[in-house]
T-cell receptor, first 115, second 119 residues
């Protein structure tokens, strides 16, 4: 079974600075998707960014970008120009491209933005 | 954008009673619904996967007789917690697989969650 590990339970960053959240995963598959989701205090899950494993190019979405290292099974999220609204729990998630399309989530990183 | 309406948002029930949580896709057909459970300050743990018109597939360790899932239509899936006990108190979230448009390969729409407290 696939596992997703987020080794940073909590992170903090000064407003306008850059922060990187780490995520590693374990799989024997070669074709899969990786996601970063944000869960603000409202508890609504919001997709931040996703990466397809067969694509070598790192995904970017405005201030959010990933560093996808397939061989190392690493998928970190970089948030540039951090804003107060970025404060939330961030979950890394894995999805196989075979069988059930369920998401396997990491344990989460709580990000605090310091004004 | 796609919306999954989840109700109720909060519910308090007495121990031994049953509680039903509904997730309704408002503008798309949710052929597959995932049900998650989230304890405080923890991750989302998948409980079961339901496909419209068929029996749900439960994850290992999840009691299917306690957590009844019904997915009778393409827009409605329900989770019923039967004979609830305080240890069932948790945050329950549904997530619909959204096959539409550009995100058809990887789209998911989450409900806003239900906080269940069993007293």
């Amino acid at each position: 079974a696939q596992t997703v590990t987020q080794s940073q339970p909590e992170m903090s960053v000064q407003e306008a600075e850059t922060v990187t959240l780490s995520c590693t995963y374990d799989t024997s598959e070669s074709d899969y998707y990786l996601f970063w989701y944000k869960q603000p205090p409202s508890r609504q899950m919001i997709l931040v960014i996703r990466q397809e494993a067969y694509k070598q190019q790192n995904a970017t979405e405005n201030r959010f970008s990933v560093n996808f290292q397939k061989a190392a099974k690493s998928f970190s999220l970089k948030i540039s120009d951090s804003q107060l609204g970025d404060a939330a729990m961030y979950f890394c998630a894995y999805r196989s491209n075979f069988g059930n399309e369920k998401l396997t989530f990491g344990t989460g990183t709580r990000l605090t933005i310091i004004p | 954008g796609a919306v999954v309406s989840q109700h109720p948002s909060r519910v308090i029930c007495k121990s031994g009673t049953s509680v039903k949580i509904e997730c309704r896709s408002l503008d798309f057909q949710a052929t597959t619904m995932f049900w998650y459970r989230q304890f405080p300050k923890q991750s989302l743990m998948l409980m079961a996967t339901s496909n419209e018109g068929s029996k749900a597939t439960y994850e290992q360790g999840v009691e299917k007789d306690k957590f009844l899932i019904n997915h009778a239509s393409l827009t409605l899936s329900t989770l019923t917690v039967t004979s609830a006990h305080p240890e069932d108190s948790s945050f329950y979230i549904c997530s619909a697989r959204d096959f539409r448009g550009a995100e058809s390969n990887y789209g998911y729409t989450f409900g806003s969650g239900t906080r269940l407290t069993v007293v």
